[in-house]
């Protein structure tokens, strides 16, 4: 074999290791971005069924007669995340990094705490902490 040989297959290995290497960059940009999307869609869920959850808790206790008392918990952090409820008038919106949901709820009298929260119906009317 000459030295022509040897450098062009030098220069083609140099090629192919090349493309393979931009392949790979390719193929981890999309893996990242694919993981990226599957991380928003979870907050998004965790949020959306927190929010479900305490509309529940609300409605239940609007629709029981009066004397109702219940305690229910709301999670510190979701995920290991911090989040953020927020009461105004008849909506809850619970926000976490990149989500955020809001949903509707009856009338109430308090707010929503992280952690222990009793909700009383007394004469109609719903209290919360």
Request: aromatic share 10%.
């Amino acid at each position: 074999m000459g030295k022509h040989i040897r450098a062009q297959i030098a220069i083609e290995f140099i090629f192919l290791v090349c493309v393979a290497f931009v392949m790979l960059l390719i193929f981890l940009k999309v893996v990242g971005d694919q993981a990226d999307e599957l991380n928003e869609k979870k907050e998004f869920i965790l949020v959306k069924d927190l929010a479900y959850k305490i509309q529940y808790e609300i409605n239940m206790a609007t629709q029981v007669k009066s004397g109702y008392n219940r305690t229910f918990f709301i999670p510190e952090k979701l995920d290991n995340k911090d989040y953020t409820i927020t009461k105004t008038e008849n909506k809850i919106t619970v926000g976490l990094k990149n989500s955020e949901f809001t949903i509707t709820i009856p009338e109430i009298n308090g707010n929503i705490n992280k952690s222990n929260n009793t909700i009383i119906n007394i004469g109609g009317v719903i209290y919360l902490n």
